[in-house]
């Protein structure tokens, strides 16, 4: 709790102030309880706007006269009476008329109505402020980053509706110097001494007294985002531990708590969250509510529009239930976590064989993923392992799968059969695996459709790895909204429907239909081919503004080293209006590039009659070591518009868009009944490293998931120069539902340069021809890149959640934080005797190896807090130092002080290698 001193004794606060908040100097005597001002009877019920959310706001559904859609107030105030909220969190930064609304709208209306508002702000880093209008986004308006002028603008708004008790500013600690967040209170308090401001402060901060110590006095408590043990919005259990651990540090100093709970899509998480989370959460917040421990819970993201459910929500294969293994986003799992879903079954004893087919879909990583260690796929019979894979599969594809339990079954009338997703060795994948459409052949499984809720037994062995049985009602905005309301009211949750939606699945964000630009696989894009979907729009020559807005996504994650060879661009009469790299998009629904939100294109529009709208995938000019085409889906869905008419804005028909498609990037309008389905047999080639004038071989997988052995043969598209030893190599026979391994001799020409060369397998079967591809990487005696280069490729392992900051060199820095990694992988070939490792690295760095990418040592460590890169420099080490004789060596660079956010930063790596 902030306190506040009138001037009568101005010495004793001076003397309060250094010894209390020595940056506080402006705080005057008479104390007065900001708690009391901002916290109603029973504690804070709020609802707030997030971010990328969809249907927390309520927007007018035609624009006013100066052409933006404001916020809908009396629709608004409607649904926070019936939720029995009462306090809204009004965010500031979706459109510019978001102060306007407030100021002459809904702050009046919510006074009338007894509802208090806490106004929301974003830091620096959350605003997109540019003086192209095109290119300019979300940002708290009219004021943007003039944090002190806010502060002066809400406390006068505050005095004039009474009702305005509080304001925050989103995760500003790492942007905003304390010196300037003490002169925003001296302004606002010369105003309003009781108007609350408060700050977002996740998990690690909340716990950590440094943090409190550096804002000490200029602020009255904390908004805590609550996210489990780990990140996810499944488990609320952690609630009460979490909030037990932040008051240690928050109630010695007088500072409030209100818990943010995820309610809406929350795109940093696996899956969002349902109307059971939503209750439990709110149940497990109330006994802090009711002794005023903590001041409050706001409902972020709520889906207060009550919009239909997204066809994107529902994951299932058929019908609208599913099962859910998923290791939490950001979370490290240690070797042997696992979750797990099991029941009891009845075997027939008369069958001759048994068998279980079911389907499983990789959310997030899939076969853009080169590690050779991963999450494991498991089927157990009465606790014993009978089938078993860590190949990832293809993002956003459903893989079917045969496993044969014949010698497992035999003999037995009943056993328990458990599905598993289990970690062999410390990961930090973001990833979310769904399996479904169970078949058993030779006994009987309850639900193996997951339709509804019971017959499996849900299970996990730490917080890291989490199962759950999902149906597509457990994500309707109606579900959710009743479960607030029921659990505002105190009343206990009924759980909804587990019966089929009217939605069936598939990969539109609403409806069924969405735009769909693709690159086919293992081909080659020439530069400035394109395929384009495009429509001519009629221009509302009375609209002030002319605006675009959109969804896009990806069913895969992006594909390491294929940046820079497609780009997709939106544009009016052919002028581009926003650009983004084809590889660059996640496989969540996301409204344009995060900050920009809706696009307005009056520049473009104005003074014409028509104009055409254009969706363009382009090939871009490329290094040849990005090799082949991976298979690029990028998707358009829900377009929306002001000032300008046009036909089938949902891609549900195509009426009024001209398709266009070249070689191989297509356009077409996606109507499918489910997610894409992948063929029954799996190709998959490793990775290699040779020298010029050698033999290679390539590894290949074959996954065989029919149900009869498989057998077929290997052959190879080479460079020019190249060739392979048999042209043709058999494979098999690979079982049903087996695997099996073989290699193809790959002959190096002499003359060969060190570099990127790529191999695409051809295996030729009874079940037809599938392709793979293999890089061959050719190295000198020296192996040096800046991440961030076509040169950095090869040799990423695993990104595993680091990003790219800053420029260097050639390229740009990695940098890992928290629980995330970057791990390097060098195979390197036979010759090689000896040698040295630099790594020019900086920040709070921790670099570990290892010669099976399970078993780590660590090699060099930072033990101060430098975040400045003062540190950045070259470590060497001895090659023999860091890696086993003729085993492979992994380079994995962590956070070692991972609090704090400012982990290992890596400039450039080199190996110099001597052959013997």
């Known amino acids: 709790m902030r306190t506040i001193y009138a001037p009568l004794t101005l010495l004793m606060a001076l003397v309060l102030a250094a010894v209390s908040t020595p940056l506080a100097t402006a705080?005057?005597?008479?104390?007065?309880?900001?708690?009391?001002?901002?916290?109603?009877?029973?504690?804070?019920?709020?609802?707030?706007?997030?971010?990328?959310?969809?249907?927390?706001?309520?927007?007018?559904?035609?624009?006013?006269?100066?052409?933006?859609?404001?916020?809908?107030?009396p629709a608004t105030i409607d649904v926070l009476k019936r939720l029995g909220v009462n306090t809204?969190?009004?965010?500031?930064?979706?459109?510019?008329?978001?102060?306007?609304?407030?100021?002459?709208?809904?702050?009046?209306?919510?006074?009338?109505?007894?509802?208090?508002?806490?106004?929301?702000?974003?830091?620096?880093?959350?605003?997109?402020?540019?003086?192209?209008?095109?290119?300019?986004?979300?940002?708290?308006?009219?004021?943007?980053?003039?944090?002190?002028?806010?502060?002066?603008?809400?406390?006068?708004?505050?005095?004039?509706?009474?009702?305005?008790?509080?304001?925050?500013?989103?995760?500003?600690?790492?942007?905003?110097?304390?010196?300037?967040?003490?002169?925003?209170?001296?302004?606002?308090?010369?105003?309003?001494?009781?108007?609350?401001?408060?700050?977002?402060?996740?998990y690690h901060d909340a716990i950590n007294g440094a943090f409190y110590d550096r804002y000490e006095g200029l602020i009255d408590g904390i908004i805590y985002p609550y996210t489990g043990a780990n990140s996810n919005t499944e488990d609320a259990s952690h609630v009460g531990p979490n909030l037990e651990a932040i008051l240690a540090q928050t109630e010695p100093r007088g500072l409030g708590v209100v818990l943010l709970a995820y309610t809406g899509r929350f795109l940093s998480a696996v899956t969002p969250p349902t109307d059971r989370y939503i209750a439990d959460v709110i149940a497990e917040t109330q006994p802090y509510l009711d002794s005023g421990r903590v001041h409050g819970i706001t409902l972020y993201g709520l889906p207060i529009a009550d919009e239909r459910p997204l066809t994107a929500l529902n994951r299932a294969r058929s019908g609208t239930g599913w099962l859910s293994l998923s290791p939490a986003i950001f979370a490290r799992t240690e070797p042997g976590d696992f979750a797990q879903a099991e029941q009891r079954i009845r075997i027939d004893p008369r069958a001759k064989s048994y068998g279980l087919e079911f389907s499983d879909l990789d959310i997030y990583y899939d076969q853009n993923s080169t590690s050779k260690q991963y999450h494991h796929r498991q089927i157990l019979v009465d606790g014993e392992v009978v089938w078993e894979s860590n190949e990832p599969g293809a993002g956003g594809t459903w893989h079917r799968h045969y496993v044969d339990l014949t010698d497992a079954l035999r003999g037995k009338r009943s056993a328990t059969l458990a599905i598993r997703l289990v970690d062999k060795t410390s990961l930090s994948l973001w990833t979310g695996v769904i399996v479904d459409d169970l078949v058993a052949k030779g006994f009987q499984l309850t639900n193996p459709g997951f339709e509804e809720r019971g017959g499996w037994t849900l299970s996990k062995n730490s917080d890291s790895v989490l199962p759950g049985l999902f149906h597509f009602a457990d994500f309707a905005p109606s579900n959710a909204l009743e479960a607030a309301r029921a659990a505002f009211a105190g009343k206990p949750h009924e759980q909804s429907s587990a019966g089929p939606a009217d939605h069936a699945a598939g990969d539109a964000m609403e409806g069924q239909g969405r735009l769909r630009l693709a690159v086919q696989p293992f081909t080659t894009t020439l530069a400035g081919a394109s395929a384009t979907a495009s429509q001519v729009l009629t221009v509302d020559p009375d609209s002030p503004r002319y605006e675009i807005d959109f969804f896009q996504t990806s069913p895969h994650t992006p594909y390491p080293g294929f940046d820079g060879a497609h780009q997709v661009t939106v544009r009016i009469d052919g002028k581009p209006v926003w650009t983004r790299d084809a590889n660059w998009q996640y496989p969540f629904w996301e409204n344009g590039n995060g900050l920009q939100g809706p696009i307005d294109v009056t520049d473009f529009v104005a003074g014409k009659q028509r104009v055409t709208l254009t969706f363009e995938l382009r090939g871009l000019a490329r290094s040849p070591a990005v090799g082949p085409n991976r298979a690029v889906d990028f998707g358009f869905d829900r377009l929306q518009t002001v000032g300008l008419a046009g036909r089938d804005f949902g891609f549900e028909t195509g009426r009024g868009w001209r398709l266009t498609s070249e070689g191989p990037l297509t356009a077409e309008i996606h109507r499918p009944s489910r997610r894409a389905e992948a063929g029954r047999v799996v190709v998959k080639a490793g990775q290699v490293v040779g020298?010029?004038?050698?033999?290679?071989?390539?590894?290949?997988?074959?996954?065989?998931?029919?149900?009869a052995p498989l057998t077929g043969s290997l052959t190879a598209s080479l460079p020019d120069g190249w060739s392979t030893s048999p042209a043709e190599q058999p494979f098999g026979p690979v079982p049903a539902g087996?695997?099996?391994?073989?290699?193809?001799?790959?002959?190096?020409?002499?003359?060969?340069?060190?570099?990127?060369?790529?191999?695409?397998?051809?295996?030729?079967?009874?079940?037809?021809?599938?392709?793979?591809?293999?890089?061959?990487?050719?190295?000198?005696?020296?192996?040096?890149?800046?991440?961030?280069?076509?040169?950095?490729?090869?040799?990423?392992?695993?990104?595993?959640?680091?990003?790219?900051?800053?420029?260097?060199?050639?390229?740009?820095?990695?940098?890992?934080?928290?629980?995330?990694?970057?791990?390097?992988?060098?195979?390197?070939?036979?010759?090689?005797?000896?040698?040295?490792?630099?790594?020019?690295?900086?920040?709070?760095?921790?670099?570990?190896?290892?010669?099976?990418?399970?078993?780590?040592?660590?090699?060099?460590?930072?033990?101060?807090?430098?975040?400045?890169?003062?540190?950045?420099?070259?470590?060497?080490?001895?090659?023999?130092?860091?890696?086993?004789?003729?085993?492979?060596?992994?380079?994995?660079?962590?956070?070692?002080?991972?609090?704090?956010?400012?982990?290992?930063?890596l400039g450039r790596l080199r190996l110099d290698l001597q052959s013997s």
């Open 27 to 73: 705080r005057t005597e008479t104390p007065v309880n900001v708690d009391a001002a901002i916290r109603p009877a029973g504690g804070m019920k709020a609802v707030q706007t997030g971010g990328n959310t969809v249907g927390d706001v309520i927007r007018e559904t035609r624009p006013r006269a100066d052409g933006y859609r404001h916020i809908d107030t």
């Open 738 to 905: 087996g695997t099996a391994r073989a290699t193809t001799s790959v002959v190096v020409p002499a003359d060969a340069a060190p570099g990127s060369y790529w191999v695409v397998l051809d295996a030729d079967s009874s079940a037809g021809t599938v392709k793979a591809a293999s890089r061959v990487q050719l190295v000198g005696d020296t192996i040096v890149f800046t991440p961030g280069t076509d040169a950095e490729g090869p040799w990423l392992s695993e990104p595993d959640g680091s990003q790219l900051d800053g420029e260097i060199f050639d390229g740009r820095g990695r940098f890992a934080d928290a629980t995330t990694s970057f791990t390097y992988l060098f195979d390197l070939p036979p010759d090689v005797a000896s040698g040295t490792l630099t790594l020019h690295i900086g920040n709070q760095y921790l670099v570990r190896v290892s010669a099976d990418g399970e078993t780590w040592r660590e090699i060099l460590r930072e033990p101060r807090e430098i975040r400045d890169l003062s540190n950045l420099a070259d470590h060497s080490f001895d090659l023999d130092a860091v890696r086993e004789p003729g085993k492979p060596l992994y380079v994995r660079v962590e956070d070692s002080k991972t609090d704090d956010g400012w982990g290992g930063w």
């Open 88 to 202: 809204y969190v009004y965010l500031i930064w979706n459109s510019p008329t978001d102060w306007d609304d407030l100021v002459h709208e809904f702050a009046p209306a919510a006074e009338r109505a007894g509802i208090r508002l806490w106004l929301y702000l974003v830091p620096p880093s959350e605003c997109q402020d540019s003086p192209i209008r095109h290119e300019n986004g979300r940002c708290s308006r009219p004021f943007t980053n003039d944090y002190v002028r806010w502060a002066k603008e809400i406390a006068t708004l505050s005095k004039a509706h009474p009702n305005v008790v509080a304001w925050a500013l989103d995760d500003f600690f790492s942007q905003l110097p304390p010196e300037e967040v003490q002169e925003m209170q001296r302004v606002q308090d010369a105003i309003n001494p009781r108007l609350g401001f408060y700050t977002t402060v996740y």
């Open 691 to 707: 020298r010029p004038g050698t033999t290679v071989a390539v590894p290949v997988t074959v996954t065989n998931d029919t149900a």
